[in-house]
């Protein structure tokens, strides 16, 4: 029996302790198994690691299959330009590993360069850093996977070479970015259609970027930072103006090292550390963890104000204190320290909002994906271009573009963040990853930019504190704030509270009397194809007793699970 009828078979809506805003039947079934599960953001990205986790492999080796058939049926949102953060719980050790995959701005990147640029620019030659994510799953693979490049990229090669049908979603980014890849001919050859738009269903054929990934099987990832593919990236940016050179390819080194930890309410939470903004999900739990979220109700009024105010409150500290901790002391202890979280609630006004940007304490484009196999490992992964198709440009003869991330960079020398060469800009991108009872329970991630937080703050609430299972925790309208400096150059601070009409139509008018300045949309953002859920979210959750894995998907874009 298939693993996809299996899935099938087990899968079902259960009853929620509390139905919300949205009640059965789902948008999305709760997909349930034992022995394996992939929650991706294709159909194709969760086929390819499941196949993987069926023949053997575990969920390291899973994850590589998924990032790099993400280059390939959504390269508009990551791939092997891009970078990114891993998060795992390995069983055989005992411990939750992290590994930090983003690349740094090139050596000859500074501060009076990009000034004589007139700043940094949001797509184009000169707008990408060192792409880490390759090396980073490299690392991974070599000290925790099992299996070996020619049959984990099998199938991104097959579905690169013989082509993919574009759904609607992925048709659409395209054709979006049309007016983006025009003006680079080998970005109109590879990734518009005569150039011009797609049509859903049309089959996606690309040649080069097939070839690239047989010679990364053949050869591994060192030849995409030291060999055959490291001079064709670097050559063609020389040739065309940009700053990134062979030696900041071949001086990369992906970084493992310690998560940053807190505890909420019996579960131990584990996210992505600086350069990450990681720490705004766990300096908020410290927040709310003493206050009573269930007496308030779930989306009332007083619940919505007061996640937006402690929001606010963590990500004025991430603004100021959180850049490459190579380049500045980030002081995460103190910040996730109980007793400053004490400090930093009592600046909440249960009656009034704070107006604009709060005040610091004293102390785009992405993927992600969640995976569980039956040896008892968990990883929950975000990786990104940044942008749509990353900077635009298409490495020719690759098939490949690469990230415009240097645009997180500040050019104020007094930013924590301020552009410097080698050094890495601070990161939207935060997977996270739950224990409880020494047991992994929850992985859990999301795309969308300075909304990544803020909506896996309300996802995990909504299993944690309200009891419901993952597919109707992902399918209840999340709120945005704005009132911080956005992470993309040149920073601008927001002073809006996004809410969709259906929230908006119930609570609205007591936010604006607490002062929130609204902006109601018809459906759910960041991704508005959905009229609920938080993001575009992509939840493993595991029963400590059972061992049943749960996975669910928000209701947008192309997000699927499989598992069995």
């Given at each position: 029996?298939s693993?996809?009828l299996?899935?099938?078979?087990?899968?079902?809506?259960?009853?929620?302790?509390?139905?919300?805003?949205?009640?059965e039947?789902?948008?999305?079934?709760?997909?349930?198994?034992?022995?394996?599960?992939?929650?991706?953001?294709?159909?194709l990205?969760a086929?390819?690691?499941l196949h993987?986790?069926e023949?053997g492999?575990?969920?390291?080796?899973?994850?590589?299959?998924?990032?790099?058939?993400t280059?390939?049926?959504?390269?508009?949102?990551?791939?092997i330009?891009?970078?990114a953060f891993?998060l795992?719980y390995?069983?055989k050790?005992?411990q939750v590993?992290f590994?930090?995959?983003t690349g740094?701005a090139?050596?000859l990147?500074s501060?009076?360069?990009?000034?004589?640029?007139g700043?940094?620019?949001?797509?184009g030659?000169?707008?990408?850093t060192?792409?880490g994510?390759?090396?980073?799953?490299?690392?991974?693979?070599?000290?925790?996977?099992?299996?070996k490049y020619?049959?984990?990229?099998?199938?991104?090669?097959?579905a690169?070479?013989d082509?993919h049908?574009?759904?609607?979603?992925c048709?659409?980014?395209?054709?979006?970015?049309i007016?983006k890849l025009?003006p680079?001919p080998?970005s109109?050859?590879?990734?518009?259609k005569?150039?011009?738009a797609?049509?859903?269903?049309?089959?996606?054929?690309q040649?080069?970027?097939?070839?690239t990934?047989?010679?990364?099987?053949?050869e591994?990832?060192g030849?995409?930072?030291r060999?055959k593919?490291?001079h064709?990236?670097?050559d063609?940016?020389?040739?065309h103006g940009?700053?990134l050179r062979?030696?900041?390819?071949?001086?990369y080194?992906?970084?493992e090292?310690?998560?940053?930890?807190?505890?909420?309410k019996?579960y131990?939470?584990?996210?992505?550390s600086?350069?990450?903004q990681g720490?705004?999900?766990?300096?908020?739990?410290?927040?709310?963890?003493?206050?009573?979220l269930?007496?308030?109700?779930?989306?009332s009024?007083p619940?919505?104000?007061?996640l937006v105010?402690t929001l606010?409150?963590?990500f004025a500290d991430r603004?100021?204190?959180?850049a490459d901790p190579?380049?500045y002391?980030?002081p995460?202890?103190?910040l996730?320290?109980?007793?400053?979280?004490?400090?930093r609630?009592?600046?909440?006004?249960?009656d009034?909002?704070?107006p604009?940007a709060?005040?610091?304490?004293n102390?785009?484009?992405?993927?992600?994906?969640?995976?569980?196999?039956r040896?008892?490992?968990l990883?929950?992964?975000?990786h990104?271009?940044?942008?749509?198709f990353?900077?635009g440009?298409?490495?020719e003869?690759g098939g490949y573009?690469l990230?415009n991330r240097l645009q997180?960079?500040?050019?104020?020398?007094k930013d924590?963040?301020?552009?410097a060469?080698g050094k890495?800009?601070r990161?939207?991108?935060?997977p996270?990853?739950?224990?409880?009872?020494?047991?992994?329970v929850?992985?859990?991630?999301?795309?969308g930019?300075d909304?990544?937080?803020?909506?896996?703050?309300?996802a995990?609430?909504n299993?944690v504190?309200?009891?419901m299972?993952?597919q109707?925790a992902l399918?209840?309208?999340t709120v945005?704030?704005a009132?911080?400096?956005?992470?993309?150059y040149?920073?601008?601070?927001?002073?809006?509270?996004?809410?969709?009409e259906?929230?908006?139509?119930?609570i609205?008018?007591?936010?604006?009397?607490?002062?929130?300045?609204?902006e109601?949309?018809r459906?759910q953002?960041?991704?508005?194809?959905?009229?609920?859920g938080?993001?575009?979210?992509k939840?493993?959750?595991?029963?400590?007793?059972?061992?049943?894995?749960f996975?669910?998907v928000?209701?947008?874009?192309?997000?699927y699970?499989?598992?069995?």
């Amino acid at each position: 029996m298939s693993a996809l009828l299996l899935a099938a078979l087990l899968s079902i809506a259960c009853q929620a302790q509390d139905p919300g805003e949205v009640k059965e039947p789902f948008w999305r079934t709760l997909v349930m198994g034992t022995h394996g599960m992939v929650a991706a953001e294709h159909p194709l990205e969760a086929r390819a690691g499941l196949h993987i986790l069926e023949r053997g492999g575990n969920a390291i080796d899973a994850a590589v299959a998924v990032f790099y058939m993400t280059g390939v049926v959504e390269q508009h949102q990551a791939g092997i330009g891009g970078d990114a953060f891993i998060l795992a719980y390995l069983a055989k050790q005992k411990q939750v590993i992290f590994i930090n995959a983003t690349g740094p701005a090139p050596k000859l990147a500074s501060i009076e360069r990009y000034r004589k640029e007139g700043g940094i620019p949001a797509s184009g030659i000169l707008s990408s850093t060192v792409p880490g994510a390759v090396g980073g799953f490299d690392l991974a693979l070599r000290k925790y996977g099992t299996r070996k490049y020619p049959e984990l990229l099998e199938e991104a090669i097959e579905a690169a070479r013989d082509g993919h049908p574009l759904t609607h979603w992925c048709a659409g980014n395209h054709n979006a970015a049309i007016a983006k890849l025009s003006p680079y001919p080998g970005s109109v050859k590879a990734l518009l259609k005569n150039g011009g738009a797609f049509e859903p269903g049309d089959v996606f054929r690309q040649p080069d970027l097939a070839r690239t990934l047989e010679l990364m099987a053949r050869e591994g990832a060192g030849t995409f930072y030291r060999g055959k593919l490291a001079h064709l990236t670097a050559d063609f940016y020389g040739k065309h103006g940009g700053v990134l050179r062979y030696e900041d390819l071949a001086s990369y080194q992906p970084e493992e090292g310690p998560p940053i930890h807190t505890s909420y309410k019996g579960y131990d939470v584990y996210e992505a550390s600086p350069n990450s903004q990681g720490i705004v999900l766990l300096q908020s739990l410290n927040m709310l963890e003493p206050l009573d979220l269930k007496a308030m109700g779930h989306n009332s009024a007083p619940y919505v104000h007061t996640l937006v105010e402690t929001l606010k409150l963590a990500f004025a500290d991430r603004d100021h204190w959180v850049a490459d901790p190579r380049f500045y002391k980030v002081p995460s202890r103190q910040l996730l320290s109980k007793r400053y979280a004490e400090e930093r609630r009592k600046l909440i006004d249960p009656d009034h909002a704070h107006p604009g940007a709060a005040a610091y304490g004293n102390p785009g484009e992405t993927s992600s994906f969640s995976i569980a196999d039956r040896y008892g490992n968990l990883v929950s992964v975000t990786h990104s271009n940044n942008g749509t198709f990353g900077s635009g440009v298409v490495v020719e003869g690759g098939g490949y573009v690469l990230n415009n991330r240097l645009q997180y960079f500040s050019l104020d020398e007094k930013d924590a963040n301020a552009l410097a060469p080698g050094k890495r800009p601070r990161h939207t991108i935060n997977p996270a990853l739950a224990m409880k009872n020494g047991k992994p329970v929850l992985a859990w991630n999301t795309p969308g930019g300075d909304n990544q937080p803020q909506a896996m703050l309300q996802a995990f609430l909504n299993i944690v504190e309200f009891g419901m299972n993952p597919q109707l925790a992902l399918e209840q309208p999340t709120v945005m704030t704005a009132n911080f400096h956005a992470s993309n150059y040149p920073q601008p601070a927001g002073d809006k509270l996004t809410i969709p009409e259906v929230l908006a139509a119930r609570i609205g008018g007591e936010l604006r009397r607490k002062g929130h300045r609204l902006e109601v949309t018809r459906m759910q953002r960041p991704y508005s194809q959905q009229p609920a859920g938080a993001g575009a979210m992509k939840v493993v959750w595991i029963d400590p007793e059972s061992g049943v894995m749960f996975g669910a998907v928000s209701p947008a874009k192309d997000d699927y699970v499989m598992g069995w």
